[in-house]
């Protein structure tokens, strides 16, 4: 769960999404050295500071392989997240509204794929269909909270007095859930994300029940069992995702001034509404 400006991160530190996210801000918070990965971005993003920072930090995470990545809850999950991570930079910087954003990352993979180490040895690749999905924001919400359900669990038995903060967390959860448990009920399975048969368990509404936090009352306790899901007029139209997400692989490919020919995933240009 990457904050944005004046939200307050409760307690969650101890989190595996957190504590991962932490630890990128602080690894990373240095990486000049690696400035020299990033000296093929287009004039406009080299200039930038901010975005040549960026993009050194994301060379430094690939290329150094740290041992964080290799920790229980995050052996399989560092890489997507670490994407999630990248891209909410990148908003942070210029607005979920604005395109700078995909056309940033689509330079980012441009770079990256014309280094060896990135190719040949590297487990961890950016992901660009994270970008051009309509749920992006849900599907993110709920795969953080995947992998932090049974720090959840394992947390509240042993200080029920955090109660209040988790029931917070979980309850903010519930929406994205609904969305994909909506997705994931469609024909249309293209649309239905990976993690989610691991997650379907863990239905955030029936862990509230067990949160039995004692300063929760129990009218608020009802009314989330009837909250809302959330709505197909919430999200963009397919037409207008695929018509950006068409424009994002007419980016990278654009973008090969070198002759370097990379093949995009032909699958993300699957997506219709």
């Not at 530190?13 to 400035?35: C, G, M, R, T, V």
């Not at 670490?82 to 330079?107: A, C, M, Q, T």
């Not at 994205?176 to 649309?191: A, G, I, N, W």
Request: net charge positive.
């Amino acid at each position: 769960m990457v904050t944005q400006p004046g939200e307050s991160r409760f307690r969650i530190k101890e989190l595996p999404s957190e504590i991962f996210y932490e630890w990128l801000d602080s690894y990373l918070i240095s990486a000049s050295n690696y400035y020299s990965d990033c000296i093929t971005l287009k004039d406009i993003y080299k200039e930038n500071y901010r975005i040549k920072g960026l993009c050194a930090r994301v060379a430094k995470y690939i290329k150094t392989k740290p041992s964080i990545s290799n920790r229980e809850h995050l052996k399989d999950h560092h890489c997507n997240l670490f994407n999630y991570w990248i891209y909410e930079k990148l908003i942070r910087y210029y607005g979920d509204s604005s395109s700078v954003p995909f056309h940033v990352f689509g330079d980012f993979l441009r770079v990256l794929s014309g280094l060896k180490y990135y190719l040949n040895d590297n487990k961890c690749k950016l992901n660009d269909s994270i970008i051009i999905n309509p749920y992006r924001k849900e599907r993110k919400e709920l795969y953080e909270y995947c992998i932090d359900y049974k720090t959840i669990l394992e947390k509240f038995k042993n200080s029920k007095d955090q109660c209040n903060f988790y029931y917070t967390y979980v309850k903010k959860k519930i929406p994205s859930y609904k969305k994909v448990q909506e997705l994931c009920s469609l024909s249309d399975k293209t649309k239905c994300p990976d993690f989610y048969e691991k997650c379907e368990p863990h239905n955030p509404t029936v862990l509230l029940d067990q949160l039995n936090c004692d300063s929760i009352g129990v009218e608020e306790k009802q009314q989330h069992k009837g909250d809302p899901g959330t709505t197909s007029n919430s999200s963009p139209s397919i037409e207008s995702v695929s018509k950006f997400g068409h424009a994002f692989l007419g980016v990278v490919v654009a973008s090969m001034s070198s002759g370097f020919l990379y093949k995009v995933n032909t699958n993300l240009i699957k997506i219709h509404g």
